[in-house]
């Protein structure tokens, strides 16, 4: 598998052969534990080193079905054997930011019957945008409540990967609350379990349990137009 951080987010270094160069700077793996922009995501970062010298990694993305890491230097070349290690605790800060918007997500949509049509993740903030007629700082802050909820009942998370047609026989077949629902082309899909609450099509970063996240903090909520709202929330810094 190339992208086996889907199955192990823990995993913070690994070695790897270098499949393709491009322009010197974009680097293929035949096997990467870097997460790819996508999803509200953001890329990895962190350092390759090969043949003694360590390059920064300052982006990465996915583009026809591969990998690309792009690196600060020039010198990597084809076939070369690399170990890849990823910045942690911008990767952790984020894992903890993806189950926190994933686990408020379903709140609502579930609440509510509202979709998810957007959401951005970063490291020190997430915002999560759904459509929904009827906007009531309240309910909201009461919708936190219950995934904070969730958090502090420390639900351990699994995730495992299937046919899609296996997938959408377990889920249904939108497997998502994202109102674009699940591309066309993603033939295996990754589904996460967070055990006693909910399973959901994924393809992003989870911790392991969620008492992890810590705690969910309202920061504000915002009209974005006719039945979109938006609410941005941060999480305590430390967790316990
Ligand atoms: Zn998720």
């Known amino acids: 598998m190339k992208a086996p951080y889907l199955l192990d987010c823990y995993k913070k270094e690994f070695d790897a052969q270098v499949t393709k160069v491009k322009e010197g700077v974009f680097i293929t793996l035949d096997q990467t534990y870097f997460y790819p922009i996508g999803g509200g995501q953001p890329y ?106 969730i958090i502090k009942e420390a639900h351990p998370i699994h995730w495992s990967l299937l046919q899609r047609k296996e997938a959408e026989s377990i889920l249904g077949e939108k497997m998502t609350s994202l109102a674009k629902g699940f591309s066309e082309d993603i033939q295996e899909v990754r589904i996460v379990d967070i055990e006693g609450f909910g399973k959901e099509a994924c393809g992003g970063t989870h911790l392991k349990n969620t008492s992890e996240v810590g705690e969910i903090l309202f920061v504000k909520a915002e009209n974005k137009g006719k039945n979109n709202r938006r609410i941005v929330i941060t999480l305590e810094k430390t967790v316990v």
């Open 44 to 149: 990895d970062t962190g350092i390759i080193t090969s043949n003694g010298k360590a390059y920064k990694v300052i982006f990465v993305k996915k583009e026809e079905g591969e990998i690309i890491h792009e690196i600060s230097d020039l010198g990597i070349k084809e076939g070369d054997h690399i170990h890849g290690t990823i910045d942690w605790d911008r990767r952790y800060i984020l894992m903890r930011y993806h189950t926190a918007a994933h686990i408020l997500s379903e709140v609502i949509s579930k609440a509510t019957g509202a979709l998810i049509t957007g959401n951005q993740l970063e490291t020190d903030k997430a915002r999560i945008d759904f459509s929904l007629e009827n906007y009531d700082k309240e309910k909201i802050l009461e919708y936190i409540a219950q995934a904070n909820q």
